[in-house]
C-alpha cells in the first residue's frame, strides 16, 4: 500500500450555501472515505470538512460566501488519484454542490476536474 503523501497534491474549491453538513453528507458515500467529520474552530466558530482514511486526507478551510478550500494528499498512481477525484468530482455534482479540482504530480498541473450541478 502507497504512503499519504507528505504535501496536497489535489486543491479544490467548494461551494455550498447549505453548509458543510450537506457536503459531509455526500461525501460520506464514498467508499474511499472512513472519516468525513466537521470541525468547529473554538476560536471563532468557523467550520471545516475533515476526510480521511488510510489513502486520503483532506481539510477544507473557509473563505466567504459558502465557499471553501478543499486541499489534500491522496496516495496512489496519478490514474489513481484521478479516479478517486472524479468520483468525488461525481457525488458533489450528484448533491448540486457546485466545486472545482486541480490535480498536481509533483509542481505540475496534471489535471482539472470542475463540475457543478
Keep these: 500500500m502507497t504512503d499519504i503523501p507528505d504535501s496536497n497534491n489535489v486543491y479544490g474549491c467548494i461551494t455550498s450555501l447549505d453548509g458543510l453538513a450537506f457536503v459531509r453528507d455526500a461525501v460520506n458515500k464514498l467508499e474511499e472515505v472512513n472519516e468525513a467529520c466537521i470541525s468547529v474552530s473554538g476560536y471563532d466558530g468557523s467550520e471545516s470538512?475533515?476526510?480521511?482514511?488510510?489513502?486520503?486526507?483532506?481539510?477544507?478551510?473557509?473563505?466567504?460566501?459558502?465557499q471553501h478550500l478543499l486541499n489534500g494528499a491522496i496516495a496512489g498512481t496519478i490514474n489513481e488519484i484521478i479516479s478517486f477525484v472524479s468520483k468525488l468530482s461525481h457525488t458533489l455534482s450528484e448533491a448540486g454542490?457546485?466545486?472545482?479540482?486541480?490535480?498536481y504530480n509533483a509542481?505540475?498541473?496534471v489535471k482539472e476536474i470542475p463540475g457543478s450541478n
Design 49 to 66: 470538512l475533515i476526510l480521511r482514511s488510510d489513502l486520503i486526507d483532506f481539510e477544507s478551510e473557509p473563505l466567504e460566501n459558502g
Design 107 to 109: 509542481e505540475e498541473l
Design 97 to 103: 454542490i457546485e466545486h472545482h479540482f486541480e490535480i
